[in-house]
Every structure is written in structure tokens, then in C-alpha cells.
């Protein structure tokens, strides 16, 4: 059974970074696309970033591209969010997801139901 945990949350001040990570475990690696969601208090769950199985296509949501980067790591089964530039409307717990499915359309990458595996999520909290 795949399993997934976050780590690197906090909280941080406006125009702060920070780096997420995301250990992958209880499968194939490279068999899975990998994804992060944020859920901010009192909206729904929202896409923010994924990188592809071999970790050469990335896909990113308007609100964090040019600030957001999303890598992984095959050598240490962990995929990263390195949130730079970080703003109070980045405050949200982010998730992990893991999809062993490849998509190459945005509208799929960006579904929650497309991910067969998620993380019990970390706490990112942005000081204005």
C-alpha cells in the first residue's frame, strides 16, 4: 500500500520560503505523477503543482507559477514544493498526491479524483 508524508510546513512571514517534501513509500517510485493540493480554511481543495513520473513535465496553477517549484528525487523517493515569494493567500494545508496515471492534459492533472493516493497534509501559515 502506497503511503505518503509531508513534511517542511510552518509558519513563515510574507516573501518567505519554504520547502515542502513529500515521502514516498509502499510502491513504485517512478510508477506515479506527483501532486500537491492545498485546502485554505473554509474553501475546497485546490491544485497547485505536479510533476510527471520521470520528473521532466511540471504543471502549475496561475495563482503560484514563477513562484512555485515542484521537483523530485528518484535517488530518495520524495517529490518537493519549493514555495518561494510565499503571500498570506498561500496560508493552506498542503497535500501530496500520488497518480499512476499519465495525464497530459491540464483539466485531468488538476482533478483530485485522478490521484489514487494522498498525504495526511502540513500546515503552511503565512504572516501578512
Known amino acids: 500500500q502506497v503511503q505518503l508524508a509531508e513534511s517542511g510546513g510552518g509558519l513563515v512571514h510574507a516573501g518567505d520560503s519554504l520547502r515542502l517534501s513529500c515521502a514516498f513509500s509502499g510502491g513504485t517510485f517512478n510508477s506515479y505523477a506527483m501532486g500537491w493540493f492545498r485546502r485554505a480554511p473554509g474553501k475546497e481543495r485546490e491544485f497547485v503543482a505536479r510533476?510527471?513520473?520521470?520528473?521532466?513535465?511540471?504543471k502549475y496553477a496561475d495563482s503560484v507559477k514563477g513562484r512555485f517549484t515542484v521537483s523530485r528525487d528518484s535517488t530518495k523517493n520524495t517529490v518537493f514544493l519549493q514555495m518561494n515569494s510565499l503571500k498570506y493567500e498561500d496560508t493552506a494545508v498542503y497535500y501530496c498526491?500520488?497518480?499512476?496515471?499519465?495525464?497530459?492534459?491540464?483539466?485531468?492533472?488538476?482533478?483530485?479524483?485522478?490521484?489514487?493516493?494522498w498525504g495526511q497534509g502540513t500546515q503552511v501559515t503565512v504572516s501578512s
Open positions: 498526491a500520488a497518480d499512476v496515471t499519465a495525464r497530459p492534459y491540464y483539466s485531468d492533472a488538476v482533478r483530485p479524483n485522478s490521484y489514487d493516493y
Open positions: 510533476v510527471s513520473k520521470g520528473g521532466t513535465s511540471t
